[in-house]
């Protein structure tokens, strides 16, 4: 379905069609149409999928022991950050919104601000309350395209605007305003809270989705079809201008519903995240005044999950209201309003750790209150919350006498290394941004796994693609551990491991044989041999 008319873009290139093909892969009886589809699939991935959809670069990072983290000041010079996000593959910078209306970048081989702002629109920006400059996310071909797209509420009428935004070509640290394009305005009537904000690319459709809020008032928009307001939206902007609707989404083919709606009943989702590794959708929505919520959605969802605010908050009863379309689902993550312990009065939503220097702590999603300042980590396993952590002490302990407080939102590096935005509170006069490090920076002992070739610490489709990159194109050049690309201890490193990975992935295959269980020479008889301290 076509957006407004008038509108023109240009295209980019999708990543369902290849899960498509493996679904289609599944339901062939002759292993060798099998092989021959998945090594189709090879071919598009190694010839057209972005390194970037599938985790940071760890070329040079030593990893260190994760089980215990705290927080280190990257800088204290900002004013009311709101959000952190870097381009794909760039790991030299850091981009971080302030809420009053610019984006500023942070210079990451010294941890130093730059004065002058990537991009100021604080004349047409309204603000502060919950209202500013809310969002920002890059396309991912900025590299090529230098698109980065962002979210504030209207100076003129707090109508909620998204805007592409280009680079410019002679200078990457500064954006040309002249080139601001709508893609998206949402009418926001009366009350200038509850705007969501968040952009985010969906890490294997390329999609952006955008978190809106309900509006503020009685909240009645989430559940109305016909409304945007309160809802998760996705939208394909390289097939139309300003976009299009992707033809997948839940409501495309419905009359009675507005079709750019992914997910509804929602409150005031801030903020919302993909785990670059399995296309996870965790959301933090803010609840009205008993609960606060993290809803779930796992990466293989065809959308169209319904929250239940304003029938309900949280997983408790809230109203008569009706229910509007969608399949009424239940957070994964609740807690009271109060004071002490695991409550608070508004979450703040938070990333899946995917960084290169804690291994241990892979996996894990942050989260926050706004009010009592508590941050914790939970992990997703079947569907199924478990392993909840406060780390609050842990975050706070090498940073006395100052205490990280009034968290407004986390973020990651093009590492994957998690960040989490500080406004002024208590005990500090300007906005800073933290950092994530292990308690203890030493190297760790490591131990290699068979298959996992870009050394994350698990098995995915990323490793075929690390794979096939170092063997068609060299890219790296050198592996820290030759043993762990072996995917089916052949002895060689050929095209056949990618496959022996994604056929256990995907069509229930075997899994890749277990190496001995330490990282010395590898056992099998062949000329490969785990030689590093840092295989895995």
Known sequence: MNAAPGFRSGNSLRLPPIFLRLR???????????????????????????AAVFGGDCDGVSPADGSEIRAELVTDGLHNPVGVAAPPLDTERLFVVEQQGQIRIVNLADDSLRVQPFLDIHTKTRCCGEEGLLGLAFHPHYAENRYFYIFYAKRSDGNL????????SDDPNSADPASAKTILGIYHP??????????????????????VGDGGGDGT??????????????????GGDPYVVPPTNPFAMHQDVLPEIWALGLRNPWRFSFDPENGDLYIGDVGQGAWEEVDWQSGASEGGENYGWRQREGSRPYSSSDLGPGKLTSPVFEYPHGTAGVTGCSVTGGVVYRGCRMPELRGAYFVADFCTNWVATFRMEDGVRNELELRTAEVNSRIVPYYIDEISSFGVDARGEVYICDLPGANDQLGALWRIVPKLPGPIERRFRRGDANGDGSLGISDAVYMLRHLFRGEPEQVPCDD????????DLDVSDAVYGLLHLFLGGPAPPIPNTGCGLDPSDDNLDCRTDTCL
């Open 190 to 211: 009366v009350y200038g809270n509850h705007n969501g904000g968040q952009l985010a690319f969906g890490p294997f459709d390329g999609y952006l989705y955008i978190g």
């Open 221 to 238: 928009p989430s559940q109305d079809p016909l409304n945007l307001l309160g809802k998760i939206l996705r939208i394909d902007v390289d």
């Open 161 to 168: 605007t998204v805007e592409r935004y280009e680079a410019r």
């Open 24 to 50: 289609a892969a599944a339901q062939l009886g002759a292993p060798a149409l099998r092989c021959a589809l998945l090594c189709s699939i090879f071919c598009t991935l190694l010839c057209s999928v972005p």
């Open 484 to 491: 762990a690309l072996d995917t089916n201890d052949s002895g």
